[in-house]
Nanobody, 122 residues
Framework: QVQLVESGGGLVQAGGSLRLSCTTS????????VGWFRQAPEKEREFVGA????????TIADSVKGRFTISRDNAKNTVYLQMIRMKSEDTAVYYC???????????????WGQGTQVTVSP
């Protein structure tokens, strides 16, 4: 069992930045592809991006491309979601998930974190 923990959420003004972290203490996260998803109130869960764990294997959704990036620090067993130039429509609960391969489909991931709230004020 892999228990993921997200952190770094909070309140930020439009145009600001946040960095979310996803880590686990149970196993090495470098063995998994990690995806980021978000869910706003009364909306479907949305794919944000994923990292395959191989060099050059990062995918970012078109809706956030150019503003969001994903990176890993294997020494810290952590995957990051860096968000810049944030907009009010980025307000959502953000989740990280781990699986065997990167995918835009939430069903392809085996393990999920509890989510962290991100609120962008106008």
């Amino acid at each position: 069992q892999v228990q993921l923990v997200e952190s770094g959420g909070g309140l930020v003004q439009a145009g600001g930045s946040l960095r979310l972290s996803c880590t686990t203490s149970a196993r090495t996260l470098s063995s998994y592809a990690v995806g980021w998803f978000r869910q706003a109130p009364e909306k479907e869960r949305e794919f944000v991006g994923a990292d395959s764990r191989w060099p050059g294997g990062t995918t970012i959704a078109d809706s956030v491309k150019g503003r969001f990036t994903i990176s890993r620090d294997n020494a810290k067993n952590t995957v990051y979601l860096q968000m810049i130039r944030m907009k009010s429509e980025d307000t959502a609960v953000y989740y990280c998930a781990a699986g065997a391969a990167p995918s835009g489909s939430s069903s392809r991931y085996d393990y999920w974190g509890q989510g962290t709230q991100v609120t962008v004020s106008p």
